[in-house]
């Protein structure tokens, strides 16, 4: 894949307050769709991406434990709100504000996912990566499976009690929850 051949750069992409990022993906999170604006921040083409498991864009400085989150939530039907670094296919890097969830068929059995992801406040972004570097800290120090274990007690911590959903809105400018 790819995504083994990518050097990140380091380099800080942005894209417009009226933009939205989208993807669909069937069960298993591989991509089946990917808007114009997808295609254009993470530099890839259709072709590169559709049919391809959706960590193609995954940067190496995302805790696996967000992902798990992101998984746990959304198979078990619940709607997903998070910041999430990104890589693109040069290399360069953007933050998005996602919602992922779940699509189903007229029977209610889980069809797929789908992703909208719109452009982030700074200061949000900054206080979700102070969060996320310290939750991949924790991971790191730890070898082999442990880490994910390691992780999820670290963002517990984190969170101080609070739900993920209480954090998320907390640091959300303009929130009204
Ligand atoms: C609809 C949907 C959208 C996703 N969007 C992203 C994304 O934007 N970036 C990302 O790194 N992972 C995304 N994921 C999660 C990936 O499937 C994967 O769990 C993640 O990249 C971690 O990959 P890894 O377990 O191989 O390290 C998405 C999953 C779904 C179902």
Redesign the pocket.
Known sequence: MRQSTIQVTGVERKFGANELIV???DPK?VITYANDVFLRISAFTEDEVIGK???V???PD?P?TL?KL??DT?SARRELFAY?L?LAGDGAQYW?L?H?TASFDDRGSIVG???N?RSPSPRAVTEAKAVYDRVLAAERATAGRDALVAGERALRQELGGSSWDEFFWSITPGSTR
Do not use: D, E, Q
């Open positions: 993807t669909k993906t999170g498991p959706h960590n864009i995954r940067h995302m696996k992902f992101l998984w959304v999430v990104n998005v996602a992922v996912y789908h992703s992801r």
